[in-house]
């Protein structure tokens, strides 16, 4: 099968999965109102990293890497919408902020060099993986996280791995080894079973339940 084949089949699965992306959250939150666990700073990260890969995909000239972006923006808008109003955790959210900012000066510095944005896109799925990861390990009650969420994301950043490889784009090479060890680790803490007795620690935060003693 030819590269160009390849690319193709490559980028259509990419489309389809980024229109996912964040979907399984939204439903689970609509399901269940649920958002413990749940970072409204990350989808928020996501968000505006996926608006900024839109525009870096324009001038890259790569149109299926545009509409992936594209795709993933509906799923991703609705769950940031979604999380705000049933009140998710704002922890964090000052780092949306702080984000936005470094974007814009590092988006004005590619007149001179695409260095730093060229870095910043690739590691920019930290800001959504960072937050999540955080939160779902230091949080007790995980009810709120959608493993469907990040098991599209961990098989789309493997589609990104296969498809960045092939067209040479070193910055989806990055993002793709970020988003998927970011996946790992909160598929990990979902599938964590060792607990007290009590039941209500998280496993990366100081632990203040007492054991029932029988009487």
Known sequence: MSTDVLRIVFGTAMVVLASLYALPQWLRVRRTGSVEGVSLAATSNAFI??????????????????????AALPSLGAT????????????????????????????????????????LLGAAILWYVAPAGIMAWTNADVSGISAGAWLVLLSDAVLWLLYSLLAGIVTGILYAVFAGGGALVVLARLAWRWGPSCGVCAPLAACTCTPVTAT
């Open 80 to 119: 940031t919408w979604i999380l705000a109003r049933n009140h998710a955790s704002r922890d964090g959210m000052a780092t949306t902020w702080v984000w936005t900012a470094i974007l814009v000066i590092a988006g004005a510095a590619a007149h001179w060099t695409t260095t730093p944005i060229d870095l």
């Open 49 to 70: 990293s996926c608006t900024a890969w839109v525009i870096y995909a324009v001038v890259l000239g790569d149109v299926w890497v545009l509409l992936t972006c594209i």
